[in-house]
């Protein structure tokens, strides 16, 4: 039996759970979104993948798991474990500029960047940010309509200037 070295193996893994979509913004893959933290492959060739939630109780943890899971071992990984690690907690500066690009050209605003040098976050939530540029028309001149919109992580805002509304994903 011939297999492959251990650190091909890994990115192969990697690649695999990168591409799994997140499945409330399916336009997003798990690396777009952050969650991704890491695969390792152990001694006995098991493939260990990391995911950290974007929220403490995020219901969307199970789906991601569970798909992170059947790609690996449909990719022939006989033996697979998805782990939750907490700490450190998730920001959407993990969002990676893909994500950010994909997120906009889906109609859906991106958070802010963080100030600059921020380095640790909470999962706490300050007010609502007062501009948050119309992912249609890029108009500053919006406001936000409810704090939560489809799911928890996004607010629902509308456009003053277009009169579209859009969700935003919130910055955390």
Known sequence: MVT?????DERR???IAAEVPDPELPMLT???????????????GTVVASLTPTY???????????????????????????RTVLAPSWTTDW??????RKLAEH????????????????LAQGPAPA??????CGSPDTEELSRFAATACKSLRRCRTCLEPYEHVKDI
């Open 56 to 82: 403490s109780g995020c219901p969307a943890m199970a789906e991601m798991r569970a798909e992170v899971a059947a790609r690996l071992r449909a990719a022939g990984f006989a033996g697979v474990r998805v």
């Open 30 to 44: 798990l690396a777009d979104l952050g969650v991704l933290r890491g695969i390792e492959i152990e001694e006995d």
């Open 95 to 100: 969002i990676t500029a893909e994500g950010r």
């Open 131 to 136: 501009a948050v540029p119309c992912p249609q």
């Open 13 to 15: 893994a990697r690649r």
């Open 107 to 122: 109609g859906i605003a991106p958070p802010n960047p963080s100030p600059a040098g921020r380095v640790w976050l909470t």
């Open 4 to 8: 492959s070295p251990p650190r091909l």
